[in-house]
């Protein structure tokens, strides 16, 4: 009795875990313009939309290091087709997504570079965060980017300012 129980645990558990799988699909988009280090503009299934770049914030157009992650992205995806994975519809009607070109993952290498920090707040893909976690802490380490200065404000407290 208590085998058969057991079993039917387990089958029940098997079924819910690929009822809450979720498809990833990646689409093309063709970048238009480049708005920021985390922001731009392409066309995605047929319409014009905004994209903001998951789980990462890239310092405002003000702050220390916001040309240099603006620029980076710029020349990493501007005017090319990327794969876009869509995670959400956000704030401002963007379109919240991972992107990727050639195989790099772009919201990755942002934060390996030192152009960018990780959103504890909205970053919730735990092995993927947990990997751009750990770009940022080699990012740090090795002063790159933003992490050159003596203490870098995050964007989130730079726009409550």
Known sequence: MKKAILYIFLLILLATSFCDRKETQKEDGEVLHVTDGDTFDCI??????????YGIDAPESGQPYGKEAENWLRNQVGDKVVDIEKVEEGYY????????????NINGALVKNGLAWVSDRYCDRDSLCDRWRNYQ?????????LWGQPNPTPPWEFRDQ
Request: hydrophobic letters at 30%.
């Open 44 to 53: 995605y299934d047929g319409k014009e939309i905004t994209i903001r770049l």
């Open 93 to 104: 009607g963007r379109t919240i997504a991972i992107v990727e070109l050639n195989g790099t």
């Open 137 to 145: 802490q080699q990012a740090r380490e090795n002063d790159a980017g």
